[in-house]
């Protein structure tokens, strides 16, 4: 079972800075995929940006050119860095993290960490 925590939500202005980080308790390298989804009131989840085991990266399309993902393999975090927030941007966002096993996919998910934008 892998373990994230989240951390670096909160409350921010529209046109502010956020950086999420999600610390995985396994080295990212035994994952085949981890990344961020989001999650807003009354919506269903959807990917915000994930990292392949292959090193690619894909992202949402609402907020290309404003995250970035990035990872410290030693430290076992992914970060997702977010500017120029807009109050669409405000959610619950979840850690992910995929582990494929013999052919059986298992999504483990961190607790979820609140970001709010104001307008």
């Known amino acids: 079972q892998v373990q994230l925590v989240e951390s670096g939500g909160g409350l921010v202005q529209a046109g502010g800075s956020l950086r999420l980080s999600c610390a995985a308790s396994i080295s990212i390298f035994s994952i085949n995929a981890m990344g961020w989804y989001r999650q807003a009131t009354g919506k269903q989840r959807e990917l915000v940006a994930t990292?392949?085991?292959?090193?690619?990266?894909n992202f949402s399309d609402s907020v290309k050119g404003r995250f970035t993902i990035s990872r410290d393999n030693a430290k076992n975090t992914v970060y997702l860095q977010m500017n120029s927030l807009k109050p669409e941007d405000t959610a619950v966002y979840y850690c992910n993290a995929v582990s494929i096993r013999l052919g059986y996919r298992t999504d483990h998910w961190g607790q979820g960490t609140q970001v709010t934008v104001s307008s």
């Open positions: 990292f392949t085991s292959g090193g690619n990266t």
